[in-house]
């Protein structure tokens, strides 16, 4: 199957510092990508949806200024957030949606944000 | 809004039997997917199986096989010859097919299914 990587699979960061997340696709164009937040034991919450090119589209709740995402090509997204906070910490993931009769969608490794 | 609703939290299963998962969902459409993702400690999230609404026979994929019930809208996860490996949560995920590639996936709350040696 195609293969999504994240970059970094953990940070630490002080809090009020910003952080870049990088979502890559390694084999495939992928014209819509996804960001979601998990905490502990519970379900993945989409936070935005982003189109190559174009801005994100975020959920109901989401702030566009904390959470910013770029896709500025076909195989990369990322998303910073921004002047951090403890509250920020959790557990992020990416996912790319593979141009197909069935538009699959794969998911990255993760990313583990511990904000101090 | 389509809704997706995992009502067992934890599930044991014995090492080489058989479990079942529930899923249930509500949609007023009539083309659609839906999904199971095994999300192991690691926690990469694995697609499992995959349903399409449109076929009316069940999926299945070496040792997980699903119940499709579209009338009932259920849609129940049977994992046979249970593995060590298969402990993981497990989510339920509905996506519409009218949307195309911006179609966004609904996730249940999820299972955490334990093995026993």
């Known amino acids: 199957g195609a293969v999504v990587s994240q970059h970094p699979s953990w940070v630490i960061c002080k809090s009020g510092t910003s952080v870049k997340i990088e979502c890559r696709s390694l084999d495939f164009q992928a014209t819509t990508m996804f960001w979601y937040r998990q905490f502990p034991k519970q379900s993945l919450m989409l936070m935005a949806t982003?189109?190559?090119?174009?801005?994100?589209?975020?959920e109901q709740g989401v702030e566009k200024d904390k959470f910013l995402i770029n896709h500025a090509s076909l195989t990369l997204s990322t998303l910073t957030v921004t002047s951090a906070h403890p509250e920020d910490s959790s557990f992020y993931i990416c996912?790319?949606?593979?141009?197909?009769?069935?538009?699959?969608?794969?998911f990255g490794p993760g990313t583990r944000l511990t904000v101090l | 809004a389509q809704t997706v609703t995992q009502s067992q939290p934890e599930m044991s299963v014995q090492e080489a039997e058989t479990v079942t998962l529930s899923c249930t969902y509500d949609?007023?459409?009539?083309?659609?997917?839906l999904f199971w993702y095994k999300q192991p400690p690691s926690r990469q999230m694995i697609l499992v199986i995959r349903q399409e609404a449109y076929k009316q026979q069940n999926a299945t994929e070496n040792r997980f096989s699903v119940n499709f019930q579209k009338a009932a809208k259920s849609f129940s996860l049977k994992i046979s010859d249970s593995q060590l490996g298969d402990a993981a949560m497990y989510f339920c995920?509905?996506?519409?097919?009218?949307?195309?590639?911006?179609?966004?996936?609904?996730f249940g709350k999820g299972i955490t299914l334990s093995v026993r040696p």
């Open positions: 949609t007023s459409e009539s083309d659609y997917y």
């Open positions: 995920a509905y996506r519409s097919a009218l949307r195309g590639a911006n179609s966004k996936l609904t």
């Open positions: 982003s189109n190559e090119g174009s801005k994100a589209t975020y």
């Open positions: 996912s790319a949606r593979q141009t197909s009769s069935y538009n699959e969608q794969f």
